[in-house]
């Protein structure tokens, strides 16, 4: 004869915890009705008030104070501000804590019991408070406070038994893997310390590889990314693993899972691969100065999916590693920073090409970012209709200043050097006659 065995999960279970937690909450109930039960809820209710209505005469006072320590360090401030924000909490729990310990030296200790629970939760809401305050990400902060108040309340009335249960009852079966609520609660808590001892670890070897000038930029970002993936990608096994969760029943649904996101997410895999690639060939570089398109900008950082551009304006870009790969792209500096700028222009006929030549490239060398290094230039490059058209070829070691203002300093200078020398730049004159009177009536027969 075959036995039925009960499965944690099934919904038998559920609803013989929840009765005993009912009789449990109604035997409670009637415990408050005690007169000694009564007096102490009466006692934390009249404490709660006193609280309250201390920290309203004592919270002005706190606060005008605060604006008067202008020279404090900030980190101090902060702390006075949090200080102040639980200013209630805290009268309460100093409060609670004095009057239960009257009350053991004055009676017996069973009759402040339910009071010393009332003052173990303020203390323990309020120790949670001041710490998750380290916590900077505002959501992260919420779920981690809210979370430990949870677990500390049902800590201190011994009801994790119950809620462990609870939570473990509610259960899917996925192959020949059982997940449950509370393998799930534990591995995103387990993941979540986890990720946290990663991101230190990251953070302190990304600042190290930082400062190592022996690796180039490329390979540090490289380096670090490498590192960054490691210590995520064990801190999730490890946590899964931690928990007990069978990594061996996620091959079938991990598979098909990337599948799906092959499919689905082509262009971010895309843009992650090209991004290796261009951490690896060192094609470009962090400070680098590049123009996609019309686009012209210093690269600032290089992302795992995008390399963020700062413009002369201002402006940040977010190019997709892709398009780095596939599209054409100019790097001003990929070899070194040397970068030869052209300009044109076009004298009169009367005006020998030989002193154009020399006093150009006299006024080109006269600006301060022009290289007198690298050898100026300046040849003829054709005859136009009404000017001798010249070619004045320079260079600069600094694109990351900008190439249009180069360019107008250098227009300038030739500008003034022309003034000068006597030298005229033609621009095109057209002559326009009347014809009027008998050559017009002529004209027009």
Known sequence: MEQEVETPGSAGDVVQI?????????????????????????????????????????EPRVTEWLRTREGWPKWRLRVLLVVRNRLRLILFVVLAWVTVAIMREVTWPSRSYLLAIVANLALAWLVVAFATR????????????????????????????????????????????RLSVWI?????????????????????????????????????????????????????????????????GLAVLSGAIGVGLGFGLQKVVSNLVSGVILLLDKSIKPGDVISLGDTFGWINTLGARYVSITTRDGREY??????????????????????????????????????????AIAAAESVDRVLTSQKTVCHIVGFGDSSVDYVLRFWISDPTGGLT????????????????????????????????????AAAQE
């Open 184 to 248: 799930i609660l534990q591995a995103v808590i387990v993941i979540g310390i986890l990720f946290f001892g990663a991101r230190v670890l990251s953070r302190t070897t990304s600042a190290r590889l930082q400062s190592n000038t022996d690796l180039s930029p490329s390979m540090r970002v490289l380096t670090i990314k490498f590192v960054q993936l490691v210590l995520y990608g064990a801190a999730f096994f490890i946590g899964l693993k931690a928990v007990g969760v069978d990594l061996t």
């Open 18 to 58: 929840g009765q005993g937690l009912w009789e449990r909450a109604m035997d409670f109930a009637e415990s408050l009705l005690r007169p000694w039960n009564a007096y102490q809820v009466l006692i934390a209710v009249g404490l709660l008030i006193a609280a309250h209505v201390i920290a309203r005469i004592i």
């Open 405 to 440: 203002n180069i360019r107008g300093n250098v227009y300038l200078a030739l500008w003034d050097a022309f003034q000068e020398n006597g030298i005229s730049i033609p621009f095109p004159q057209r002559e326009v006659r009347m014809l009027g009177g008998e050559q017009g």
């Open 318 to 359: 977010l190019i997709p590693n892709e398009d780095l790969i596939t599209g054409q792209v100019v790097n001003w500096s990929h070899s070194n920073d040397f970068v030869r700028l052209d300009i044109h222009f076009g004298t009169s006929y009367a005006d020998s090409p030989h002193d154009v030549r020399r006093i």
């Open 134 to 177: 380290l916590i900077s990400n505002a959501f992260l902060r919420a779920v981690v406070r809210y979370g430990a108040w949870v677990w500390i309340t049902l800590r201190i009335l011994n009801l994790t038994t119950e809620a462990e249960q609870v939570l473990d009852s509610l259960a899917v079966e996925i192959g020949g893997m």
